[in-house]
């Protein structure tokens, strides 16, 4: 078989501009693996993409596959002695767009970019992990480094990154204060929030003071969210932001009001996945998967997760099993 199934797109635009096609199956070279995939996850880079932001710029030619996450099975190995044989249950994270998407049935991923599956969880769950938890271990844990006596706020804390965020912080000891909306305030009470602001019914500002973190996973594109962010901070205190463009203004506003601020942007990596990995398989961290949709179904998976209200993840069903 020289070609597989995969959405594609042929030019930016609306979540109809994700079409399945037929595409050459890829050929795995040097220190990577080849890899059937059985389920994708859905991120909002993979919408901003589509539509002519996140890293649209940086695809070289049409017609081009997003997807970053992946959960599937081994089929060929880099050499023999390789730890990870045809056969094995791996999940991981491809560099999208230097590399062609998960959207597909087969991917080649480098061998710094994928661990073995945790066992406790289905393709279609671990798919929802590795570029949410990654992003989100990143700013929680290298940058952060949450510890024991530590206020850290979350926004859009019931999302993908987000419910990853709470689970970390509070796994290392920190006092998290998470920002949803009602219907998810409970939810993330036992994700490990130990306290969860209604915004729709508050203004975190009007309660909060002396944070020493802010996890900003919504900028400035709804409500400055970003900006009011800055004066619930303790001075010096530090804030991450992640999603790309949402505050272009964030170093200039953070320094004239004297706290430290940094965006962050998510890499690959096996090592801090398989640490993941051994979190998920004992327990200590879930993920929720809010909806699952078929391959063929992506751009209805795009259009729900442009609304912004998705409860943890979304993943597309690539292959039965």
Not at 167 to 180: E, K
Not at 279 to 293: A, C, K, T
């Amino acid at each position: 078989m020289t070609t597989m199934r995969a959405m594609v797109i042929a030019a930016t635009g609306g979540p109809d501009v994700l079409t399945l096609s037929d595409v050459p199956k890829p050929t795995r070279i040097n220190a990577e693996v080849l890899v059937k995939v059985m389920a994708a996850g859905v991120n909002p880079i993979d919408a901003k993409t589509r539509s002519g932001g996140g890293v649209s710029g940086q695809i070289v030619r049409f017609p081009a596959i997003l997807g970053n996450d992946f959960s599937g099975v081994v089929v060929e190995s880099p050499y023999e002695a390789y730890p990870l044989k045809p056969g094995d249950e791996v999940f991981g994270m491809v560099p999208v767009p230097r590399m062609n998407g998960t959207y597909a049935e087969y991917v080649t991923v480098s061998t710094l970019s994928l661990c073995r599956k945790p066992t406790r969880l289905t393709h279609v769950e671990a798919a929802g992990v590795p570029l949410a938890a990654l992003t989100a271990w990143g700013m929680v844990v290298d940058l952060a480094k949450a510890h024991e006596g530590q206020r850290m706020l979350i926004h859009a804390a019931s999302g993908g990154v987000g419910h990853f965020a709470v689970q970390f912080a509070a796994y290392f000891g920190a006092h998290v204060i998470a920002t949803a909306s009602t219907g998810n305030t409970g939810w993330l009470r036992e994700l490990g929030a130990a306290e969860v602001i209604d915004y729709s019914t508050t203004r975190f500002e009007d309660v909060l003071a002396d944070v020493d973190v802010v996890i900003d996973l919504v900028g400035n594109v709804h409500d400055n969210t970003g900006t009011r962010s800055i004066s619930v901070l303790r001075p010096g205190g530090l804030l991450i932001n992640a999603p790309s463009g949402s505050w272009p203004t964030v170093m200039e506003e953070a320094g004239e009001a004297g706290i430290r601020a940094t965006t962050y942007k998510v890499a690959p990596d096996a090592t801090t996945l398989a640490i993941i990995c051994r979190l998920l398989e004992s327990g200590d961290v879930r993920v929720h998967v809010d909806r699952v949709f078929d391959l063929g179904q992506a751009p209805e998976a795009h259009a729900a997760i442009e609304t912004g209200h998705t409860r943890g993840k979304i993943v597309l069903a690539v292959a039965a099993g």
